[in-house]
Every structure is written in structure tokens, then in C-alpha cells.
């Protein structure tokens, strides 16, 4: 099993920057597909942004598409997620996920390992 721990939210004012990270805990996770999601009051949970850990490929979700950028580091058993020029739509509880395929996309049902989440709020 993989324990999955995000950090990095906050508060920021629209436009602004923020920087999540997510650390796992559990060597089997360096074979996982992994990436990051949100939800909002009243919304189902979407991805984000997920790398698949067959080919590497990553994948955005067309609303943060050339704001947000997702990296790995497989030394550190972390994924990252930056956020630019940050949008009110953004507000939303963040979460790290981990699915055991590793072609798994930005399908939220694949992905069995979650984090607690972490909180972003965008103010205007």
C-alpha cells in the first residue's frame, strides 16, 4: 500500500502562483501512474493533471491547460504540481492519487490511492 501526504495549498489572489506537492510513502509507488485532482463544493471530483507511469506521458485537463505543470521525481517519491496564473474556478480541495495501471489517464476511477488533500483558494 502507498500512504500519499499533500502540501502546499493556501490562499492566493487571482494571477498568483502556488506550488503543491505530494510525497509518498510506500517504494511500490515508483511503479505507479500518479497525479494530482479537485474537487469543489457540490462538483464530482476531475483531474487535474496526471503523468502515466507506462510511457511517462502527461496529461492536463483543458481548464489548466498552459497554467499548470506536473512533474516527477522518482528519487523522492514526490510529484509536483505548479499552478500559474491562478483563477478563481481553481478554488477547490486538491488531492494526490496513485493508480497500480500504468496507462491510467485522467480517469478518475482508476486511481485507488488518495491523499487527504490540501486546500486552494483564489481570491479576487
Known amino acids: 500500500q502507498v500512504r500519499l501526504v499533500e502540501s502546499g495549498g493556501g490562499s492566493v489572489q487571482a494571477g498568483g502562483s502556488l506550488t503543491l506537492s505530494c510525497v509518498a510513502y510506500g517504494d511500490i509507488y515508483s511503479q505507479y501512474s500518479t497525479g494530482w485532482f479537485r474537487q469543489a463544493p457540490g462538483t464530482e471530483r476531475e483531474a487535474v493533471a496526471v503523468i502515466n507511469r507506462g510511457d511517462s506521458a502527461t496529461y492536463y485537463s483543458d481548464s489548466v491547460k498552459g497554467r499548470f505543470t506536473i512533474s516527477r521525481d522518482f528519487a523522492k517519491n514526490t510529484v509536483t504540481l505548479q499552478m500559474n496564473s491562478l483563477k478563481n474556478e481553481d478554488t477547490a480541495m486538491y488531492y494526490c492519487?496513485?493508480?497500480?495501471?500504468?496507462?491510467?489517464?485522467?480517469?478518475?476511477?482508476?486511481?485507488?490511492?488518495w491523499g487527504q488533500g490540501t486546500q486552494v483558494t483564489v481570491s479576487s
Open positions: 492519487a496513485a493508480s497500480g495501471s500504468w496507462y491510467a489517464g485522467l480517469v478518475v476511477s482508476n486511481y485507488n490511492h
